[in-house]
């Protein structure tokens, strides 16, 4: 038996120890699988040129052929060292090489065409753009060649077209080609420049005009004249200026044309411009003021009526009918008394026999009376108990007719106005817009109704005409209505939606004419 137990024993142990090896050896293998990558991942190279390419796994073998199966000659100037670094020869005859790896311990491999290419022109667009400081401007590069050399660059730019003139701190373009122009700028030409990866010597460049933008005017705008105490009201400002200025305002509310007046506390204006007037607000008027964050010189202002605040009528008590009068109580029935026959006088015999014979005949019928009466006392008694005196009848009382209570008629009251606001429709101002890519335009919804409905809307932007489609990301119109074209904007025709948040079937919409749009910007949707 203990033999039988310790042969079970190692038995469990050697297959554990193998599903461990096992489980090992594939994460081993998964770990060192190969694979070639380049920089750039770029798959072109000059003749007479090096490309380094890397790759993963143990113990690796390399190699170049003018063939996929390893066997295709080169030209003897055409290697490639057991680091990865490949040199072609200058008179190497294939138009195509390949690079094959392969891991002599876990006989892994990996194969990578690499194009034998020439690079004639490197093309910048777009050209001699304006951009305002502050502002961002998109460039792409287009790489031509014969073999199809490879559309990867490097990009720099500078005060002079070789890029080598320094620019002010904060300025600089990225590796994508996105050029960011500080808010202090000095200069007022910036040379961008895109250089071949495959071949350093071919580069392209491009000019850009640098501005400063001014604002010439702000206008502030309301959607009513008035404003009851208590409430809120939205209000919009529209910057006007040379340069797309930027539509960025600071809000400020005051009880004077000079803007210096002091408002009674919880009367205030937020940075999107919703003025929240106090209840307890004395002034008669509030004048609200945007002055621009790019010329804090240059402001608008309008001014609002105060109104009292709207009182809320309680509606009347429905009247309430009064309860029905109480009948009185119906005495109990009592039998009327025996009156004993009247004595006849003397003389009179013959009427007194005649009465006594009437009598006679009428004895049968008092004595049933008396007999009814007698067992009705009786039937009195019983129910009353001893020591009660038997109550004292009495006639009974004509009934007293009920007293009837005229209604109540409560006055009507007149109905009471309704008080809910009402959406009836929504407007964008300007109604229709052209501009360029990498801009900003500022809208402005106003929302119609009765009773005062909430100006606020919900903004959407978009290539169909209900806000929705594939856009630039950088394409967005913000919560106050700004709206922003990104640099790579593709779409020729945009459309912005504003929906009233207090009633979603209602909204209107504006289109956008984007006039510098051209199809080869479709190429960076994704940027």
Known sequence: MKRNTSFLRFFLIAAASAVLAAITLSGCASFYSVSIRTNGNVSSVLAGGSLILRSSGRDLEWKVSSTSDGSGPVANGTFITQNGVLTVDIYEPS??????????????????????????????????????????LQFKAQVTGNNNP???VTWS??????????????????????????????????????????????????????????????????????IPAGTSMQF??????????????????????????????????????????????????LFVFAASVVDQNKYGSISVAVTPAPVTVAPPPAPVAPPPAALPPTPPATTPPVTPP????????????????????????RNQQQERNQQQTRNQQTQTPPDVTPPVVTPTPEPTPPVVTPPVTTPSEPNPVPTTPTVTGVSISPASVSTKTNTNVQL???????????????????????????????????????????????????????????????????????????ANQGSNQGN
């Open 342 to 365: 009247a004595a006849t006088p003397p003389g009179n015999t013959q009427q007194h026999q005649n009465t006594n014979q009437q009598q006679s005949r009428n004895q049968p019928q």
């Open 157 to 226: 730019v500078g005060a002079n077209t070789a890029g080598t003139g320094a620019v002010t701190a904060g300025t600089s373009i990225s590796s994508n080609g996105t050029l960011s122009v500080a808010a202090n700028e000095s200069l007022r030409t910036l040379y961008v420049i895109a250089a071949s990866i495959i071949d350093k010597t071919k580069s392209g460049v491009t000019s850009v005009t640098v501005v400063v933008p001014t604002v010439t005017s702000v206008t502030v705008s309301a959607p009513s004249h008035s």
């Open 444 to 518: 402005s919804a106003t929302v119609s109704g009765t009773n005062n409905p909430s100006s606020s809307v919900t903004w959407k932007v978009g290539p169909n005409p209900d806000g929705s489609g594939d856009k630039a990301p950088r394409t967005v119109v913000s919560t106050s209505g700004r709206l922003t074209v990104a640099p790579n904007e593709w779409n020729p025709t945009l459309y912005v939606v504003a929906i009233s948040t207090a009633d979603t079937s209602k909204s209107a919409v504006i289109a956008v004419t984007i006039t510098n749009n051209n």
């Open 95 to 136: 138009s195509v090489l390949y690079i094959i790896v392969k891991s002599l311990r876990d006989n892994y491999h990996d194969i990578k065409q690499i194009r034998i290419v020439t690079v004639n022109t490197v093309a910048v667009t777009p050209v001699n753009e304006i951009v305002a400081v502050g502002r961002s």
């Open 236 to 285: 919009t400002a529209n910057v006007v200026g040379t340069y797309d200025p930027s539509k960025a305002v600071t809000w400020r509310v005051s009880s004077n044309a000079a803007g210096t007046g002091a408002v009674t506390p919880g009367t205030t204006i937020n940075a999107n411009g919703i003025l929240s007037v106090a209840s307890s607000e004395s002034v008669s008027a």
């Open 150 to 152: 490879d559309n990867a």
